[in-house]
């Protein structure tokens, strides 16, 4: 039993550049999430999604695009990707309030760095 | 809307002193919370949380905390800090179904070294 699984780890892109962090979970979870955690910020919400094939804007979506098309998977992308999207990427997934009290189990992280 | 603010984005404490990190939160409605801890280059894991049942909450490796509606606060405790405490913890709040929210809003969090 993986958990959450983020891939990539690290990632070094070139300002403009576009990429995909691909978050996959194995506890069949309705919700997923992707944070971003900066120095002195805390995390910060980027999307969400409740269910296969809806996605939502969190705190700071803005340069970010997300799709769920299968319910274990969560796709982020930076389309054009810049400096200030350097960051640590988090994604967390969680069971429905209905049966649970909304605990996120979160993956390792991905580190992004862009140039 | 929600928000959390933890005072102190960096406490020291010595080996077998008290822990106390606090959590102040803002609700519009009756809270869940949550804290979480961070060891480094890892992800966040649950340590303990409140669901309105018991105000006193006990979580893992001996920490707990207290839901104080009068004071808004959720502060975290433990009574004699091991040097595998060193760590970053995060105070978390949600709105919870009551309030249709998804979301767990997350504070700044605060850095604990502990001294041998």
């Known amino acids: 039993n993986a958990g959450v699984t983020q891939t990539p780890k690290f990632r070094v892109l070139k300002t403009g550049q576009s990429m995909t962090l691909l978050c996959a979970q194995d506890?069949?979870?309705?919700?997923m999430y992707w944070y971003r955690q900066d120095p002195g910020m805390g995390l910060r919400l980027i999307h969400y999604?409740?269910?296969?094939?809806?996605?939502a804007k969190g705190e700071v979506p803005d340069g970010y695009n997300v799709s769920r098309l299968k319910k274990q998977n969560f796709l982020l992308g930076l389309e054009s990707a810049a400096p200030s999207q350097t960051s640590v990427y988090f994604c967390?997934?969680?069971?429905?309030?209905?049966?649970?009290?909304?605990?996120?189990?979160f993956g390792e992280g991905s580190r992004l760095t862009v140039l | 809307a929600q928000s959390v603010t933890q005072l102190g984005s960096h406490v020291s404490v010595s080996e077998g002193a008290l822990v106390l990190l606090r959590c102040n939160y803002s609700?519009?409605?009756?809270?869940?919370l949550f804290w979480y801890v961070q060891y480094p280059n890892q992800g966040l894991q649950l340590l303990l949380k409140?669901?309105?049942?018991?105000?006193l909450v006990k979580g893992i490796n001996g920490f707990e905390a207290e839901f104080k509606k009068s004071e808004t606060s959720f502060h975290l405790t433990k009574p004699s800090a091991h040097m595998s405490d060193a760590a970053e913890y995060f105070c978390?709040?949600?709105?919870?179904?009551?309030?249709?929210?998804?979301?767990?809003?997350f504070g700044k969090g605060t850095k604990l070294s502990v001294i041998p």
């Open positions: 609700s519009s409605v009756p809270p869940y």
């Open positions: 967390a997934s969680s069971y429905s309030f209905g049966s649970n009290t909304g605990e996120l189990f």
């Open positions: 999604s409740v269910g296969e094939g809806t996605t």
């Open positions: 409140y669901t309105s049942a018991a105000t």
């Open positions: 506890m069949n979870h309705e919700y």
């Open positions: 978390a709040v949600s709105e919870g179904p009551g309030a249709g929210s998804y979301q767990l809003t």
